[in-house]
């Protein structure tokens, strides 16, 4: 408790100096309380990143037109970008995970209930449900660590899709600003601070879905507070209907404008459901169940997250300053059975994965924009603070959700700081370079409430040096080469955790921060008007790697491992009514040793075609194709289970005129029966030998929901 209790106090101390001095006593300039001053907020798909606007000065500029945009002489690797609300509206969704979609090369699937995070595959790899993918929203960090069901466990069902004003997204171990959980890549959402209209929507579709949202901006003072609700509703295919229930609502109150703006937010999600959990491929093929049948059907959870966050912005005439303050309350309660009755033939194998805990933290950086002898050069420093109280975090053996036993039960204090620097400097109009640093300190203390003998107090800290250089343009073509290193940080409960759960056997603890490093060449071209095109080879070692274990329904540490592999990105507008986007990542991933790292996928293709009629641009459609291709299940190379690959597509077709528009979505519009995921293990029917073999979970069939949007 001492080290841990120093460790906060110092940590908090060297925060709040740092952006003491950063402000450069901004807080001596009001917020202007004049109304008439602020800027009205931005248009389609704007964004502000760092760029050269002269040889004397570097400061931050609006990029429009989102994904399409020409990001020449902005970004710093060929695999940054940025996608704005106009694209994000336009996209039939089946699940509000499936934003993240918007980046080329990522798919986002599901193997259980409608409550659950997402299983997100980026690069070769299963991230599960948020390890080596990280993603904040406003600034706040949404993945969780030493998380019950699975480590940087990244729930993004709480977000309103008519909200986000746009993502921004890095993929590789490059970027000095976001470390943890980032080894793959991350996304930053951003809500609007004030909508452009007022939304009232309904939607209504097959397997009893039903969602209704309310959203709306007014002025309040000086400044703009908008208010949003969203509940929903919905069945499913499933033999158990899933008596899913979601509720969420924001409140988002800002002042200001570009120059300096403060903005407060809170935000309350609530969700519980039944959950239909991948099942095995050999009773389906047998008729003992149905294809979205289930073995357990007690299995579910219930979920909460009520957020306050505070943002401060101030742009000054050669400096920018952004600081987020942040804390909410995280807790779930899930039960699953993915082995059915492997270990207890009587009561099943159902577990209780139980976990709440309190999160603060603080985040800050500051960027200078200088002149060094004629070459425009930014410094930035940053600095970000977070503490993880979690009260509670368990595995209980259950039947139909009444506890049996304790597997284990542990109270985890988690804190962390993070320092970053990073220089960039434009040597010339065609050659610029980016160097950056990042440290990380740790600590883990763990209070095993069953088992006593694995408590610990452990601390760690991790260097990740980063470096790019970008070249160009010539002919509207640019050339990046970059290569950092990075880490993820592992579960505090293997961290100190020194005696098997079972046995009470000695047993060596995991290493507190597995390192990564990676490297990418890439081209982006824009010389064909209206199309960017994007070209990256990159490569990603891992110091351990993270596998998916049946028995316990989270990762488990493994190996060493390899990644390489090439992504193609494509965007083209050829006339004003009709996009077409295209995007190719191809990858391979295995252990030092040969074997196939498991749920690896090596294949994913996303299309899409979105038009509005050329003689009527009220009418328009959205037609999408997603794929990804067979994976390995198991690790042997030599008597590897596959998956099947999956392909999807997706409709939307509507009318919209200023104040409503009707449309319908078609899902899976051609009744595809593939999978969503797949897996192999040992696992038990009742009254049945064990076997080892093929679960899955299969992908919804086709549905209809119509829409119905009234703006105000």
Same mark, same amino acid.
């Given at each position: 408790m001492g080290v841990r209790s120093f460790f906060k106090k110092i940590s908090i101390w060297i925060l709040l100096g740092s952006l003491f001095l950063w402000s450069d006593g901004g807080y001596a300039e009001s917020l202007s309380s004049d109304s008439s001053k602020k800027k009205e907020n931005k248009t389609e798909s704007e964004a502000e990143f760092e760029a050269e606007t002269s040889t004397k000065s570097l400061k931050k500029i609006t990029v429009t037109g989102g994904r399409g945009a020409d990001l020449t002489g902005i970004t710093t690797s060929a695999s940054q970008g940025h996608v704005g609300y106009?694209?994000?509206?336009?996209?039939?969704?089946?699940?509000?995970?499936?934003?993240?979609?918007v980046i080329p090369g990522m798919m986002v699937t599901q193997h259980s209930g409608p409550g659950k995070a997402n299983q997100y595959f980026l690069r070769g790899f299963n991230l599960d449900h948020g390890t080596d993918f990280s993603a904040s929203i406003d600034g706040i960090p949404l993945n969780l660590p030493s998380h019950a069901h699975g480590q940087g466990y990244l729930d993004l069902n709480g977000l309103i899709p008519e909200l986000v004003e746009?993502?921004?997204?890095?993929?590789?171990?490059?970027?000095?600003?976001?470390?943890?959980?980032?080894?793959?890549?991350?996304?930053?959402?951003?809500?609007?601070?004030? @909508?452009?209209?007022? &939304?009232?929507?309904?939607?209504?579709?097959?397997?009893?879905? !039903?969602?209704?949202?309310?959203?709306?901006?007014?002025?309040?003072?000086?400044?703009?507070? #908008?208010?949003?609700?969203?509940?929903?509703?919905?069945?499913?295919?499933?033999?158990?209907?899933?008596?899913?229930?979601? !509720?969420?609502?924001?409140?988002?109150?800002?002042?200001?404008?570009?120059?300096?703006? #403060?903005?407060?937010?809170?935000?309350? !999600?609530?969700?519980?459901?039944?959950?239909?959990?991948?099942?095995?491929?050999?009773?389906?093929?047998?008729?003992?169940?149905?294809?979205?049948?289930? &073995?357990?059907?007690?299995?579910?959870? &219930?979920?909460?997250?009520?957020?306050?966050? @505070?943002?401060?912005?101030r742009n000054g005439d050669s400096t920018t300053t952004e600081v987020n303050a942040y804390g909410y309350y995280y807790d779930l309660n899930l039960y699953s059975n993915f082995t059915y009755f492997l270990d207890d033939p009587i009561n099943g194998d159902q577990i209780n994965q139980r976990g709440r805990r309190w999160v603060t933290g603080v985040n800050g950086k500051h960027s200078w924009f200088l002149d060094w002898n004629g070459k425009a050069v930014t410094n930035t420093i940053g600095m970000q603070f977070r503490h993880d109280h979690i009260g509670e975090v368990g595995i209980f053996h259950t039947r139909a959700r009444q506890r049996l036993s304790t597997v284990s039960n542990d109270r985890v204090y988690q804190s962390s700081v993070g320092w970053y620097g990073e220089n960039m400097i434009t040597w010339t109009d065609k050659i610029r370079s980016v160097i950056g640093v990042r440290g990380d300190l740790y600590n883990f203390d763990v209070t095993g409430l069953i088992h006593p003998e694995n408590s610990g107090d452990v601390t760690a800290f991790i260097a990740s040096p980063k470096f790019? #250089?970008?070249?160009?343009?010539?002919?509207?073509?640019?050339?990046?080469?970059?290569?950092?290193?990075?880490?993820?940080?592992?579960?505090?409960?293997?961290?100190?955790?020194?005696?098997?759960?079972?046995?009470?056997?000695? &047993?060596?603890?995991?290493?507190?921060?597995?390192?990564?490093?990676?490297?990418?060449?890439?081209?982006?071209?824009?010389?064909?008007?209206? @199309?960017?095109?994007?070209?990256?080879?990159?490569?990603?070692?891992?110091?351990?790697?993270?596998?998916?274990?049946?028995?316990?329904?989270?990762?488990?540490?493994?190996?060493?491992?390899?990644?390489?592999?090439?992504?193609?990105?494509? !965007?083209?507008?050829?006339?004003?009514w009709l996009t077409i986007d295209a995007d190719f990542a191809f990858s391979k991933a295995q252990f030092i040793n040969g074997d196939a790292v498991p749920n690896s996928m090596g294949r994913v293709i996303s299309a899409g075609i979105t038009a509005n009629w050329p003689t009527n641009p009220n009418i328009f459609g959205t037609i999408r194709l997603r794929h990804f291709g067979d994976s390995p299940l198991t690790e042997e190379k030599n008597e590897n289970v596959f998956a099947k690959p999956t392909t999807l597509v997706n409709l939307k077709l509507g009318y919209k005129s200023e104040q409503w528009s009707v449309s319908l979505d078609v899902l899976n519009l051609l009744n595809a029966k593939d999978w969503d995921i797949g897996y192999f293990y040992d696992y038990r029917l009742q009254g049945q030998a064990a076997v080892s073999s093929t679960v899955f979970h299969p992908v919804i069939p086709r549905a209809f929901r119509g829409n119905i949007y009234y703006r105000f």
């Open positions: 106009r694209q994000l509206e336009e996209r039939p969704l089946l699940r509000p995970g499936e934003l993240l979609e746009d993502i921004e997204y890095k993929k590789g171990p490059y970027y000095a600003a976001v470390g943890d959980f980032s080894s793959a890549g991350s996304a930053a959402f951003r809500t609007f601070d004030k @909508l452009p209209q007022g &939304i009232a929507s309904l939607t209504l579709g097959e397997f009893d879905y !039903y969602r209704a949202v309310l959203a709306n901006s007014s002025t309040v003072g000086s400044g703009d507070f #908008l208010y949003a609700g969203e509940f929903k509703f919905q069945n499913g295919p499933w033999v158990t209907p899933n008596d899913a229930r979601f !509720y969420k609502g924001l409140f988002k109150y800002t002042i200001g404008d570009n120059q300096q703006k #403060l903005s407060l937010k809170a935000h309350a !999600y609530h969700a519980n459901w039944n959950s239909t959990d991948q099942i095995p491929l050999q009773a389906v093929e047998e008729g003992l169940i149905s294809r979205y049948g289930s &073995i357990d059907p007690t299995d579910g959870g &219930i979920t909460d997250r009520y957020t306050l966050g @505070l943002n401060w912005l790019g #250089l970008i070249f160009g343009p010539w002919d509207k073509t640019e050339y990046f080469l970059n290569a950092g290193y990075d880490f993820h940080s592992n579960d505090a409960r293997g961290v100190t955790q020194n005696h098997d759960l079972e046995t009470g056997d000695p &047993i060596e603890a995991v290493t507190p921060l597995a390192r990564t490093k990676g490297a990418e060449v890439g081209v982006r071209n824009t010389w064909l008007p209206k @199309l960017t095109t994007t070209l990256s080879v990159w490569y990603l070692n891992m110091d351990s790697e993270l596998v998916f274990d049946g028995d316990e329904g989270t990762n488990e540490p493994s190996g060493e491992s390899n990644r390489y592999g090439v992504e193609w990105s494509n !965007y083209y507008r050829p006339l004003d």
